[in-house]
């Protein structure tokens, strides 16, 4: 069944540029190694990519819910704001942030006394995050250096993130960022993409623990006293 369902999605796989997110086209473009790829390691690849669509989905939410985020750059719209964050190669470090990625940017992103872009904060704290898990790396042979512990604990600070993102408030009470909708009709896409990257990197950490036969340390944390997990 994985063999088949790598097989479906590969076909929309393409390379990606170091520095930038993983991308889709409607096309696939094969190379001589692709021979050499295992069905684990397109199907790393692919993972790889559907987080990104998540990911970049939820930029955009969160600058339709909470505009005056990207108004705070000189980007001249939402998509322009989007695309800044995932199609220039960057390495994922913005001025803005001081260059911080990872769980430094998330830390940036929630507090109170930032003036800058929050979205892009977070956005970029859980991309470049994600990506330090994947090595940095956006093409993937014998999975020799991936490291599932790496895929655990980014799942769980995905939780965690998403959680700090539905309570972390200013002083006044008011949430630093606006993202799923209570009221007459329920607005939870935020929590349906966010649940599609933790379920991604979880499906990722049993793959690789199987495949490097390396145990993954589980751990068990309160979310409202919950820390980000490490990562190289």
């Known amino acids: 069944m994985l063999a088949i369902n790598v097989l479906v999605l ?5 390379c990606s540029v170091p520095g930038t997110a993983p991308r ?12 050499l790829k295992t069905d684990s390691d397109h199907f790393v690849e692919v993972s790889q990519r559907r987080i990104f669509i998540s990911l970049r989905s939820l930029a955009e ?25 995932f199609d220039v190669e960057h390495g994922w470090r913005f001025e803005g942030l001081g260059r911080r990625r990872g769980i430094d940017a998330l830390h940036v992103a929630f507090d109170p006394s930032f003036t800058g872009d929050r979205v892009q904060a977070f956005i970029v704290g859980l991309a470049s995050m994600v990506q330090t898990a ?15 512990q790496h ?16 309570t972390a408030r200013h002083q006044d009470g008011r949430l630093l960022l606006l993202s799923n909708e209570m009221g007459t009709i329920n607005n939870l896409s935020f929590e349906r993409e966010f649940g599609r ?3 991604i990197l979880e499906v990722l950490t049993e793959v690789i623990e199987h495949k490097t036969e390396r145990t993954v340390v589980r751990v068990v944390q309160n979310m409202a006293t919950a820390v980000f997990l490490p990562l190289p």
């Open 10 to 14: 590969s076909g929309l796989a393409a």
């Open 24 to 35: 889709l086209t409607s096309t696939p473009r094969f190379s001589p190694q692709q021979w």
């Open 61 to 85: 939410k969160l600058y339709r819910r909470n505009p005056r985020q990207w108004r705070k750059t000189d980007a001249g719209s939402v998509e322009e704001a989007v695309s800044r964050i």
């Open 134 to 148: 994947f090595g940095d790396k956006v093409g993937f042979y014998m999975l020799n250096d991936l490291d599932a």
């Open 151 to 166: 895929f655990y604990n980014a799942a769980r600070n995905v939780e965690i993130a998403a959680w700090k993102l539905a």
């Open 197 to 199: 990257v933790i379920g």
